[in-house]
């Protein structure tokens, strides 16, 4: 009787960490949503709301860290509980900065709404947050799933948040060169841009932290891209005037 109220004391405290877990991944959606929200509608209000709401995710790190210790310490986990465990650790980090990217697109609310921009390059941005928070949530859906098999997603769609980002960064480069005026607000859209990538940079690190926790292993290397530059110019030696 005895073990068994260990085990079940013990299965407890894990699903206290992914609880945790699963409670932080909403809060940074939120917050990220809500700041691309202040930013795209100048609302300073909101972004303040925005900038207040990252001490949630302080402290929830905070208390997964604690947590994780004291189990650590406790129970001696082995194999595929301490990576669960030490999953949990890094997961929370992860989330932890997502929720400070979003705290820091908050910050350039104001700056940005003094000197409005194109509607088109705040389109942009809410595209690339879509990308960006729709990559985060499959990820966090894997988390509770555990179905690592459907993890082959994030890598395609880091690559799309990378070339959206890579058109609006040009684009904002574009208005910045026409009219100096633009310089010091696109200088404020390309950072938020910029925290926006990030966070699907953070994905993909959950996303191999949680094929570490359920199998173990290192998720296997990107497949090697095709030298198309290599193509071309073996076709060209092929031809003939």
Do not use: W
Not at 27 to 52: F, H, K, S, T, Y
Not at 72 to 82: E, G, K, N, S, Y
Not at 106 to 134: I, Y
Not at 210 to 220: K, L, N
């Amino acid at each position: 009787m005895q073990s068994q109220h260990i085990v079940s004391a013990y299965d407890d405290e894990l699903k206290f960490l992914a609880r945790k877990i699963a409670a932080m991944g909403g809060q940074a959606e939120r917050m990220v949503d809500q700041a691309i929200a202040a930013l795209v509608n100048a609302d300073p209000a909101l972004g303040q709301r925005v900038i207040q709401d990252d001490i949630v995710l302080d402290e929830a790190q905070r208390e997964i860290d604690d947590k994780a210790i004291l189990i650590i310490a406790r129970r001696q986990p082995m194999a595929t509980d301490l990576r669960e465990i030490v999953g949990a650790i890094r997961i929370s980090a992860d989330l932890e900065r997502v929720g400070d990217l979003g705290k820091n697109i908050a910050k350039r609310v104001t700056a940005v709404a003094e000197g409005r921009q194109p509607n088109s390059l705040f389109r942009g941005l809410e595209a690339l947050a879509e990308l960006a928070l729709t990559q985060l949530k499959e990820v966090l859906d894997v988390y509770a799933s555990r179905s690592v098999e459907r993890i082959g997603f994030v890598r395609d769609r880091d690559e799309q948040i990378d070339a959206m980002y890579t058109s609006l960064f040009r684009e904002l480069l574009t208005y910045m060169m026409e009219d100096p005026r633009n310089i010091t607000p696109c200088t404020h859209l390309l950072f938020v841009a910029k925290n926006i990538e990030r966070i699907g940079d953070h994905a993909t690190n959950i996303a191999e932290t949680i094929y570490y926790i359920v199998t173990g292993e290192q998720m296997p290397p990107e497949r090697p891209k095709e030298d198309k530059s290599h193509r071309v110019t073996l076709e060209g030696e092929g031809k003939t005037n």
